[in-house]
């Protein structure tokens, strides 16, 4: 089961013991599924099947398609990623039809911004253009600390510079517990 990669984001299918599938989003699928094992073990319910994508930077995009799928074909259950009566195979087959695009890596040295421009401000200028150029529309989630750190190998602390910045400038905002976001308007030039 992966963890975190600099790569972007998973999407999932979940096949639980007592017939439900659950279907969703996540950044880390080794402790997402943890969490299920632990938090569903007491009360004799495991996991019966699993699938998880390649990383990649749609798979907000992916759960919402993947849970429309899944609400005209089967009966929802405790909340809207929880279905009854759809066949696992079937849920991932769909899956795997969800386009699935690996976030680039660009190493430190090839930014676009001059060498002497400090670090935090290079990969804030990468991340300025992905937004910019539909990389990371409205309302996604743009590249928590840890995946900044990862893909462009600089110290968390920097990268925490990197989300400041572009807070800065409106660019992004943050939601506590849920990571930062593209803005839904890009603020006004002048």
């Given at each position: 089961m992966p963890g975190k990669s600099p790569l972007g984001s998973y999407v999932y299918v979940l096949g639980f013991s007592v017939g439900i599938i659950k279907v969703g989003y996540t950044s880390n699928p080794r402790l997402r599924v943890s969490a299920y094992r632990t938090s569903l073990s007491p009360f004799g319910i495991s996991i019966s099947d699993?699938?998880?994508?390649?990383?990649?930077?749609?798979?907000?995009?992916?759960?919402?398609?993947?849970?429309?799928?899944?609400?005209?074909?089967?009966?929802?259950?405790?909340?809207?990623?929880?279905?009854?009566?759809?066949?696992?195979?079937?849920?991932?087959?769909?899956?795997?039809?969800?386009?699935?695009?690996?976030?680039?890596?660009?190493?430190?040295?090839?930014?676009?911004?001059?060498a002497s421009s400090a670090p935090w401000r290079q990969v804030a200028e990468?991340?300025?253009?992905?937004?910019?150029?539909?990389?990371?529309?409205?309302?996604?989630?743009?590249?928590?600390?840890?995946?900044?750190?990862?893909?462009?190998?600089?110290?968390?602390?920097?990268?925490?510079k990197v989300h400041g910045g572009l807070r800065e400038e409106g660019l992004i905002y943050t939601e506590p517990g849920l990571g930062s976001f593209v803005a839904r308007q890009p603020p006004a030039e002048g």
């Open positions: 699993r699938w998880v994508s390649e990383p990649h930077g749609q798979a907000a995009d992916g759960e919402a398609e993947l849970i429309d799928f899944c609400r005209l074909q089967a009966t929802p259950v405790n909340g809207g990623e929880y279905f009854a009566g759809i066949d696992f195979d079937t849920v991932v087959t769909f899956a795997r039809t969800l386009p699935c695009t690996p976030l680039p890596l660009v190493p430190l040295a090839k930014l676009p911004a001059p990468v991340i300025r253009q992905r937004i910019a150029d539909g990389t990371y529309p409205p309302r996604t989630r743009v590249p928590s600390v840890i995946q900044l750190s990862a893909e462009f190998g600089i110290a968390q602390a920097t990268a925490q």
